[in-house]
Every structure is written in structure tokens, then in C-alpha cells.
């Protein structure tokens, strides 16, 4: 007979279980059952959304105008060059989110990713291939490198890089695979206790244990926002909420605008987490944030006017304040 309880158990046992360098299994238990999904799901998109990589962004070759392009003295197009780069897995040193990188080369060579290490990046995997030349050849390439998460699409690349470069699609996210699987573990006579398993497998920019621990603090950061409801009187709640519905929306992540990754790692960057950051700002600050374009700029300012709160009309008045105490509390 299963017994009644006011609270769900409490897991208790968590093993970091090495593989090789950048395959680890994760496994924490007992859960009550359906909770190790709940759990495991979640955690398992964090990885590979909020892990944080490096990726080169741009890329400006010497006596090449674009990507179909092709080049002297090279085996490769501009195209198969291309890939090949995309294909190196980059890691900047001291702590830097953002390079510009010149490399020369001179034939004949073949350059591989071990070719491209320096005082500034290394290459986790030094063994792929990028190009051969000829004795004839030089090759001559700027290359930019920046930490960041998730998947960049060039497209939204391509309004910020300086002319000459070509844009390129960037793939931040170091986990190669996350996958979970939820198997049952006896507690005290009850079988149907739930144990999770989780594989995370890097490519060496980090460690599958720093992968995991980036996902737990994404997770913990988006779940902060509900903090607040616990010192919430709900009797006072009921009665306040008609008055202050009009600007809730403001107290909500920029993740709920459903900006494109572009415009929301801009935000992000400029530590703007809520919606009311926006709303108190004029439209004259937004243009000043950091690597905002101006296809970024009509995007922000569009999605502010279509939920009430244009740039170019005052729609706070005196709650001004009170919204900015409320936002501080929020970020403290």
C-alpha cells in the first residue's frame, strides 16, 4: 500500500561518472515517479542551448570577394574552405569572448587546425583538416572568434561584420550529445522509484561536467523570475492584481519577446533581462547598446510597439520608479 505524504522525496545519491575525457555519465536518484523526467527533459535542452563554445563568426581571405568565390593555388573552393573552418572546434584564451585573428600561410602546405593554435586560441582539435596550397601560394586570412551559445545562423550575422568579411554560421554549443535514460530503483519495498542517467558527450571545449553545471545555472536563473511568488500574501495578491495587470507584462524575461538570436544575445550581453528595461528605456539608448544593427533595432522596437509599449510614446508615467525598485529587486 503506498503511503500518503505531504511532500515529494527528496532525492539523495548523485555520481559524476567519467568515461573518457569528454564523455561523462551524470546519475542523481531516487526520484518519485515522473518527476526524473520532468527533471531530465529540460536539463537535457539547457545543454545544448545554454552550454557556452566559442566559433569563428567571420572570415576575410585575401583576393576573395564571397563565398562561391575561388582562390589560386588553393585545392579547395571558398565553399569547402568554409566548411572545413566551421569544422574546427576553437577555444580563446584568458578568458576572451571576442578576437580578430590574421593568419599567412605559404606554400606548399597542408594546414590543419594545429596550424591555426596561438598565444590567443587553441584548437581542441588539432587534427582536422582546413586546406592545401600549392608552392606557389599564399594564404592569407582574417578570422573572428567569439563565445557565445546555441546556433547563429550567418544570416544574423551578416548585418554586424565589417565589409570585406564574409559572415558565417556559428555553432557555439559544445555538447555533442545529451541523452537521458530513467531507470526504476527500489526505496525501502517501493520499486517504482526513478533513477536518472545522463551521457554528455563535449567536443573539448569544456568538460562534460562544466557543460552540465552551465545547464543546472541556466535552469536555476529562468526558474529565479517565480522567487518572488513565495513572499506573495495570496489573499493580497487577489485583491492588488486588477490594478497591476496593465504592466505585468513588463516584469516578464526578453525571452517571451521571441527575439531572433541576434537581438536577444545583444540584449543579453548589455544585462537586459526584463521586458520593463525596454520600456524604460528612450529609443536613443537602445541604439547605443553594444553590436546592436539596425535590423536588430527595427526588430525591438517593433515587438515594444505591438505589445503597448513604444519607444516614441510614454506609456509608464509615474510608475516609472516603482518599476525600476521592482526590476532591481528582480536582478539583486
Known sequence: MRKITTSAYMPTDIE??????NVAKIVAYPFETGYAVTLAHPLRRLLYTSTVGFAPTAVKIEGVSHEFDSMRGMLEDVTLFI??????????????????IEYSFKGPKEITGADLCNDIVSIVNPEAYLATINED??????????????????????ESVESGYIA????????????YEIEN??????PDYEKI??????????????????????????????NNILSIDVNMAMTSSQGSSEHSKLLESIENLNLSARSFNCLDKAEIKFIGELALMEESELKELKN?????LDEIKAVMAEIGYPFSENKLGDSKESLRKKIAELKS
Do not use: C, W
Not at 573552418?85 to 578568458?95: A, E, I, P
Not at 546592436?292 to 536588430?296: A, D, E, H, I
Open 83 to 100: 566548411i572545413n573552418l566551421k569544422n574546427l572546434r576553437f577555444k580563446l584564451k584568458n578568458d576572451s569572448e571576442h578576437e580578430v
Open 292 to 296: 546592436l544593427g539596425k535590423k536588430s
Open 197 to 226: 542517467v545522463l551521457t554528455i558527450t563535449t567536443d573539448g571545449q569544456v568538460s562534460p561536467l562544466e557543460a552540465f553545471k552551465n545547464s543546472i545555472e541556466a535552469m536555476y536563473k529562468q526558474m529565479a523570475i517565480f
Open 16 to 21: 559524476v561518472i567519467p568515461v573518457s575525457e
Open 185 to 190: 530503483v527500489l526505496v525501502e519495498d517501493n
Open 168 to 179: 558565417l554560421d556559428a555553432f557555439f554549443t559544445p555538447v555533442k550529445h545529451a541523452v
Open 137 to 158: 601560394a599564399e594564404l592569407k586570412f582574417t578570422l573572428v572568434i567569439e563565445k557565445g551559445i546555441g546556433y547563429v545562423p550567418s544570416e544574423e550575422i551578416r
